[in-house]
């Protein structure tokens, strides 16, 4: 008995790590295929991320019913506890990192295209973000606390990139009225991609707790300093 519920538990924390796989593969192609929707106004594709977008919500929902199950039955203790929470949390951001996909794609459906260079600025803050994502599962895949590290320091560089861009979309908003409602969209779409590093930021927190069993306490590094542009009413 003792040995079949030892199986039967490993095979359990194995299905997690592969859900959590699973959910962060999808993740990364919500996030490209809005980014790269966006970069080309291709309203073909973001309908593709849209339609995909029911099943970042199924795995999430999968999680929780295994993170119960797990901690109900399995009464799990030190590492292992570490991993099931952790898992938990990760999931949850996964999953609002999918959303914000969503919420991009949405915003891009209601606009014209945009100039060039906003375009293209809007694309590197993107690629940035997606790049702090992969990085992240990679480390929490490895259970490399160095390499959840690294994407939590990177936070400040995307906060001054996302900060540089709503600057530029100001002034852009500011020279024609005309521009106003586009530009709008396009800081929520900015904003959105910000919070996207921040959800990176968080999960690489879990990374780190999971490895070391110790809580990140140092103060994350901010440098967006958009709420001080926000041009008088």
């Known amino acids: 008995m003792g040995e079949e519920h030892t199986r039967a538990y490993d095979e359990e924390l194995l299905r997690l790590r592969r859900l959590i796989a699973e959910m962060g593969a999808l993740t990364i192609r919500q996030l490209e295929g809005a980014i790269d929707a966006i970069e080309r106004f291709d309203l073909a594709a973001a309908t593709a991320v849209l339609e995909r977008e ?49 919420d991009m794609i949405r915003r891009l459906i209601t606009l014209q ?29 490895e259970g ?15 906060d001054e990139t996302y900060t540089a861009l709503f600057r530029e979309l100001i002034t852009y908003m500011m020279e024609d009225a005309h521009r106003t409602t586009g530009s709008i969209h396009m800081l929520f ?31 994350r590094p901010k440098a967006d300093t958009t709420k001080s542009m926000i041009p008088p009413v």
């Open 54 to 102: 029911p099943e970042a919500d199924r795995l999430e929902h999968e999680v929780d019913r295994l993170v119960i199950r797990l901690i109900a039955l399995r009464q799990p203790v030190a590492s292992d506890l570490r991993e099931i929470l952790s898992a938990l949390r990760t999931s949850n951001e996964l999953e609002r990192v999918c959303d914000h996909a969503e």
């Open 113 to 141: 295209p945009a100039s060039d260079a906003l375009t293209r600025s809007l694309h590197n803050l993107g690629e940035f973000a997606t790049a702090m994502v992969k990085d992240v599962m990679q480390a929490y895949a």
């Open 144 to 158: 490399n606390a160095t390499a959840a590290q690294a994407v939590w320091d990177r936070d400040r560089e995307l």
């Open 189 to 219: 779409i900015a904003r959105d991609i910000e919070r996207v590093g921040d959800r990176a930021t968080n999960i690489a927190e879990m990374v780190i707790y999971r490895a070391r069993g110790l809580m990140v306490e140092e103060e």
